[in-house]
């Protein structure tokens, strides 16, 4: 009964969601079709208007429709799956997607793997350690992190890793000659391409699931449980495992998912700043272009993943909280 | 008041935190007082290492680094600031009524404030900077759009933090002497939120910073150039130092300037934080 | 009978930023074997941390400045940490207040039972363990199939209470401590968890030592009893001769207060004042300010314990 209340919240709010989404791109000044009916004039040697209406067609956008029209029709491709048309890059947003989307969860999904279970072993590690020198050490250290924005971080390492140490290649995913395919050389080349975007990306979260996790524990370790525990007698390893961890660990699972949802949007600046050919590079190009066919196809497919994501993120806490289980 | 700040001096996170923060705000307020900002180009001298005569050295055209960034930090507290406090503004009228009213308006906040927390911040506000982008801007309205996307979280944590309080036994005796809803939000609420909202606003000046220098870095909404995130753009895309081993230092020193503000917020923010929850207090 | 455990003249206090509370301020009473001894006094009157003191459970923000507490002819606060483990739940248990928050939320109570018994060194086969655990279930009257394999949350305060008894009860030891076991319970609860520690008591010969601020809940269950104000013991003495004949005149004041069923509504008084502020105590007897019978040398020196007969004493100059 609930879930499909849950189901329900769900279409709502994709719905509304959408629905702003359109109309912010909406209130972008000019016609998106025409720099493409511009190119179809120039090639075909006809007039523009005639290109116009070309170049409408293909895109599915007609100004002189009335804007519910036009909002309608991109409510019903949006729920059969079509993002729209690129002028840009002249194809559809879908070919677009299918080719990006791939390499930008590539990155978030081993960045975010490696930023949590680092991050959460050493906050933990951390916690247990209070007030001794390791305690004041990472907790700073993680702050300092934390205070370098995203981008920053990632036009240091650009800097540091490509240009002074050339260990980076300057952009892509994978080289021009190559073929892919799931064979180690193309797996080894695609590593080594991610390279700068995934450390740029899992570097933050280490710190930030390191100081989450050491907020927890440390919260937890004064609760009375942990405290009757020790009177039991049970030892610091136990304890540490099964009474603080354990129950530290629970709501950070839950942000999981909810986080890997909102770096589909996030990822925009280290990917420009990479050139890595993922999501979010797309979406600074379309910016940069005004193409607004990708952008907002892009920008939905970002909306309708957060979305997605919170909702996984519900249903996994329910999962795993045994508190919450009885619902 | 005092009683209010006083303990926050003890507490060695938060002075330290404003130490930094002072060294910033006096840089942006007295520093371009001082320090005159000359802009014309001198290539013979680029990208000069740091010296007594160009502290931070020169950049892609000569110019002296260290009056950009003085002259730059107006540009970046003061948005940062503003947006920040833009945000806190907009976050706490929609938290506050939506937390107190209830029916209609809550459910009807409630949906906005969800739509503002699905949509994705930076790459809405990337979406709105280029829409504004050919209209030439001013501080101001660039805060606002920045702010559009930091109210959110923070009028959904107030709106809960209402709840609760509201359902406090003294609120209810408040209502029952008819004291009238302004009386209501204002003596009995409010107060309490005050130390939160205080928190809440110098947490928000980092992602205020960050976005601000995003949006600068990426060309969007440039309103002057000694603006931090403006310069770190000038200095990869225009300036190709990313190619160039000797303007190394022009990049770095820019965004350790920018790391630096920041960590002296966020340094402040927790030192607050300590001081107003006990649970954060180590024993000595 | 025999005293199997003794305090001396213990004394603790907890740091704050304005200074230090003293809590604890030289408390010292026995302990006779198999009996039940109440240690009772209002809120913040510092019984819990006489408990917290004996047992070595105090919060980190405090300290145990001197005393001893005696028990087989060893020193408990200066025992070296694997002795301590040894004697710490297999022979004297402490069941903590807060019953409610002192079972893992993640964790089914008989995972509880696992992890106290694996984390002493005992030589029990699984099996041998499942049966104890339920056992022990059954005799705190709980249904061993429904409450072992929940979670904490599922359980109600009362059984949560219980399932702490049944698991301090694990080693069979000879003293268990209680801090307020009836605090958080309606009164019919209060009255199952008694009537059940009468019962083991009995069955199991245990020694009781509970901490309340219930003297009626005292006055069933205890035999013998210490009147606890501002840190310091002020009586003690058999259950029913301190309560029908009260000495100290806070004692005095304090069955005054109390209602009952049969009992004149007019007869009732407080105690005028407050209770003291354990930052700055009152010099000499901290019982002065409100004490109607105050004399001038109960300002200046704490009142030594004046022996009555033998198992009764009072910390008053009116009994010098």
Excluded at chain 3, 8 to 13: D, E, F, P, S, Y
Excluded at chain 3, 14 to 37: H, M, P, Q, W
Excluded at chain 3, 210 to 227: C, K, N, P, Q, Y
């Amino acid at each position: 009964m609930s879930i499909l209340n849950k189901l329900l919240q769900i279409f709502i709010m994709t719905f509304l969601a959408l629905t702003v989404v359109f109309f912010i791109v909406q209130s972008m000044p000019g016609d998106p079709a025409f720099g493409l009916a511009v190119s179809i004039a120039q090639s075909r040697n006809m007039s523009l208007d005639k290109a116009l209406e070309i170049a409408h067609n293909i895109i599915g956008y007609n100004p002189k429709e009335p804007l519910i029209l036009r909002y309608l029709k991109f409510i019903r491709n949006i729920f059969v799956g079509n993002f729209g048309y690129s002028t840009y890059f002249k194809t559809s947003v879908n070919e677009i997607i299918e080719k990006a989307l791939p390499w930008t969860l590539f990155v978030i999904s081993i960045a975010t793997f490696i930023g949590f279970f680092t991050g959460v072993t050493l906050g933990a590690f951390s916690a247990q350690k209070r007030s001794t020198f390791i305690d004041t050490l990472i907790p700073t250290i993680f702050s300092i992190i934390q205070a370098i924005p995203a981008f920053v971080l990632a036009v240091f390492i650009l800097f540091v890793g490509g240009v002074k140490l050339r260990l980076l290649p300057l952009g892509g995913a994978y080289p021009i000659n190559m073929n892919p395919g799931l064979y180690p050389g193309f797996i080894l080349t695609a590593f080594h391409h991610a390279l700068g975007p995934l450390l740029a990306t899992s570097i933050p979260q280490i710190a930030s699931w390191g100081l989450a996790m050491r907020g927890n524990c440390s919260n937890i370790i004064e609760e009375d449980f942990v405290r009757f525990a020790k009177i039991r007698g049970l030892p610091d390893s136990t304890i540490a495992r099964r009474y603080v961890r354990k129950n530290a660990i629970l709501p950070l699972v839950a942000s999981l998912a909810i986080g890997i949802g909102y770096m589909l949007g996030g990822h925009t600046l280290v990917e420009v700043i990479f050139n890595y050919p993922g999501i979010g590079y797309y979406f600074g190009q379309a910016i940069s272009v005004r193409d607004f066919g990708l952008l907002t196809g892009l920008f939905s497919l970002i909306v309708i993943g957060v979305i997605l994501a919170t909702f996984i993120a519900e249903i996994l806490y329910s999962i795993i909280d045994p508190r919450v289980k009885a619902q | 008041m005092k009683d209010f700040i006083r303990p926050i001096f003890k507490n060695i996170k938060a002075l330290i935190g404003f130490i930094f923060l002072s060294i910033f705000i006096l840089m942006a307020s007295i520093g371009p007082l001082f320090i005159p900002l000359n802009l014309t180009s001198n290539f013979a001298e680029r990208y000069q290492p740091p010296s007594l005569k160009h502290p931070y050295g020169t950049d892609y055209f000569g110019i002296d680094i260290f009056q950009q960034i003085v002259h730059g930090a107006r540009s970046v507290i003061g948005l940062s600031v503003l947006a920040s406090l833009f945000a806190v503004i907009i976050g706490s009228i929609v938290g506050i009524i939506r937390g107190y009213l209830g029916g209609v308006i809550s459910k009807l906040l409630d949906t906005i404030i969800t739509i503002f927390l699905v949509i994705p911040s930076f790459p809405a506000l990337l979406i709105m900077a280029a829409i504004f982008s050919d209209k030439s801007l001013n501080i101001i309205a660039v805060a606002l759009i920045i702010a559009m996307w930091l109210w959110a979280p923070l009028a959904k944590q107030i709106s809960a933090q209402v709840l609760s309080i509201k359902s406090k036994e003294f609120i209810e005796t408040s209502r029952m002497l008819n004291l009238g809803t302004p009386y209501i939000l204002f003596k009995d609420i409010m107060p309490l939120l005050i130390p939160y909202i205080f928190i809440n606003f110098i947490t928000q000046l980092k992602g205020a910073m960050e976005f601000s220098v995003g949006l600068m870095f990426l060309g969007l909404a440039k309103f002057d150039p000694t603006h931090w995130g403006v310069m770190l753009n000038y200095a990869l895309y225009q300036a190709g130092a990313l190619y160039t081993p000797r303007g190394f230092h022009y990049p770095v020193i820019i965004m350790l300037h920018i790391i630096l503000l920041i960590y002296g917020g966020i340094l402040f923010a927790q030192g607050i934080e300590e001081v107003y929850n006990p649970k954060l207090r180590r024993y000595e | 009978m025999r005293t199997i455990l003794s305090v001396n003249n213990l004394r603790a206090v907890y740091l704050v930023r304005e200074g230090t509370i003293k809590a604890c301020d030289g408390v010292s009473f026995d302990v006779e074997e198999n009996t039940v001894y109440a240690i009772v006094g209002e809120s913040a009157s510092g019984k819990s941390t006489i408990i917290e003191a004996m047992t070595l459970t105090l919060p980190p923000n405090s300290k145990i400045l001197e005393g001893e507490v005696i028990y087989q002819g060893k020193n408990l606060l200066k025992l070296p940490e694997n002795e301590l483990r040894k004697i710490r739940w297999t022979e004297i248990a402490l069941v903590p207040q807060a019953a409610q928050q002192s079972l893992n939320p993640t964790m089914k109570i008989i995972d509880h039972f696992f992890d106290t018994v694996n984390a002493h060194d005992s030589n029990w086969k699984s099996d041998e363990i499942i049966k104890k655990i339920e056992e022990l279930i059954s005799l705190v009257r709980l249904d061993p199939k429904n409450v072992l394999y929940s979670f904490p949350h599922q359980l109600s305060g009362g059984m949560k209470q219980r399932v702490l008894i049944a698991l301090s009860l694990i080693f069979n030891p000879k003293i268990l401590i209680l801090d307020e076991p009836t605090s958080a319970l309606d009164v019919l609860t209060q009255a199952h968890i008694i009537q059940l520690l009468k019962n083991l008591k009995k069955e199991l010969n245990l020694t009781l030592i509970f901490v309340t601020h219930d003297i009626a809940v005292a006055a069933e269950l205890s035999d013998r009893i210490s009147v606890v104000y501002a840190g310091n013991i002020v009586e003690n003495g058999p259950t029913r001769d301190v309560l029908k004949n009260p000495k100290h005149p806070y004692t005095q004041g304090l069955v005054n207060s109390i209602m009952s069923l049969i009992s004149d509504p007019e007869k009732i008084k407080g105690i005028p004042g407050d209770p003291p502020s354990l930052l700055n105590p009152p010099s000499g007897c901290r019982f002065h300010p409100r004490c109607p019978y105050i004399m001038e040398e109960c300002k200046k020196e704490k009142p030594p314990m004046y022996f009555l007969n033998n198992n009764r004493n009072v910390a008053c100059y009116l009994y010098k």
